[in-house]
Nanobody, 122 residues
C-alpha cells in the first residue's frame, strides 16, 4: 500500500523555522520525483518545491515566493523528503502536502499525502 505521511507542522512565530518531513512507503522511492505543495485558506494549491530526477541524479526547484527561504532535500536510503522552512511569514500559513510522481509516467503513478498544517502567527 502506498503511503505518504507528513509531519513537522505546527504553530510558529514570524521569523521562525520549521522542518517538514514526508515518509514514503509502498513504491520505489528513488524512481519518483518528490514535491511539496501548499494550500492557504481561500487559495488554490500551489507548488512550493520539488526534487526531480534527471538521469541518475536529482535537481531541485522552488517557487519564486520561497527561493532562498525554503530548502528541499531527500534521503533515498530512508525514503524521506524534507522541507526546511526558514524566516517564516504569516503568508506561509497553509496546509502543506507531499506528492510523489514517477519520473517517467507521473500521470499513471501519482500519490498525495494527507497534509500537515503550518500556521505562522504572533
Amino acid at each position: 500500500q502506498v503511503q505518504l505521511v507528513e509531519s513537522g507542522g505546527g504553530l510558529v512565530q514570524p521569523g521562525g523555522s520549521l522542518r517538514l518531513s514526508c515518509a514514503a512507503s509502498g513504491f520505489t522511492f528513488r524512481n519518483y520525483d518528490m514535491r511539496w505543495y501548499r494550500q492557504a485558506p481561500g487559495k488554490e494549491r500551489e507548488l512550493v518545491a520539488g526534487t526531480t530526477r534527471i538521469g541518475s541524479g536529482f535537481g531541485s526547484n522552488y517557487a519564486d515566493s520561497v527561493k532562498g527561504q525554503f530548502t528541499i532535500s531527500r534521503d533515498n536510503a530512508k525514503n524521506t523528503v524534507d522541507l526546511q522552512m526558514d524566516s517564516l511569514k504569516p503568508e506561509d500559513t497553509a496546509v502543506y502536502y507531499c506528492r510523489a510522481g514517477h519520473w517517467t509516467t507521473p500521470s499513471r503513478f501519482n500519490y498525495w499525502g494527507q497534509g500537515t498544517q503550518v500556521t505562522v502567527s504572533s
